[in-house]
């Protein structure tokens, strides 16, 4: 089975709401299994609002793209924003999770965790926007 | 997202129902420092949480850090496969306690 879902939407939180509807239908109609609707979930909220509160500084007033392709062996979900360049590959810190409770720094986590829940990452600048393209295979 | 309340011995038990993302993350704060008073211990049942973003995980250590700071203990319990993964990933589990079942809390 092949399914393709693409979305606009306004660079507003607001919009989160859509994500999550988008990825109910696909749950439905290919049977996702529960640990990858949240992964999915997780990852898109992660990204689209590093984007809106990073990229955009809040400003509803722009436009992200997100395509989702399920097929036989994985799903690829590309992200597409006109933000400044931002590739959470090279530009994200890596979050201390070694310290104690009382020194651990608040924060910081969202981007790593898409890192361990996605199995390729890829980041492209092109004509002015950004290219996020996650891919997540499926457990056999 | 809910929050239902109840206080055992000198426990409070606070079961958390439903989503913490983005757009309710500061309710969910606002709601946990508005039940934990004076208990020295919380327990938090996240049995019925069906999803958990990082800016609900920025909440829980924030929580952590304020019921250390008084000396009050503070644990988790029943989490879902897939949110447990996600604590793991961000080395939560090697700063809050997390158990199985709020049975298990309990008699530790």
Known sequence: ?140 | MDIDVERKNETLIAKVTGRVDSANAREFEQALSGAIGDDSKVILDLGALSYISSSGLRVLLLVAKALRNKGAEFALCSLSDPIREVFEISGFDKIIPIYGSLMEVMED
């Open chain 1, 1 to 140: 089975m092949n399914l393709k879902r693409s979305l606009r939407f306004a660079s507003d939180l607001r919009e989160l709401e859509r994500i999550q509807s988008v990825i109910k239908e696909l749950e439905k109609e290919a049977d996702w299994p529960p640990d990858l609707v949240y992964q999915v979930n997780l990852v898109l909220e992660e990204l689209v609002v590093n984007v809106i509160n990073y990229g955009y500084g809040g400003d509803p007033n722009h436009e992200i793209e997100i395509d989702l392709n399920w097929e036989a062996d994985k799903l690829t979900v590309e992200i597409v924003d006109d933000a400044p360049a931002f590739n959470p590959l090279k530009d994200n810190p890596e979050p201390d999770l070694t310290s104690k409770l009382e020194n651990r720094p608040i924060g910081g986590l969202g981007i790593y965790l898409v890192h361990h829940l996605m199995d390729e990452i890829k980041y492209r600048r092109e004509q002015g926007r950004n290219h996020l393209t996650l891919i997540k295979r499926r457990e056999k």
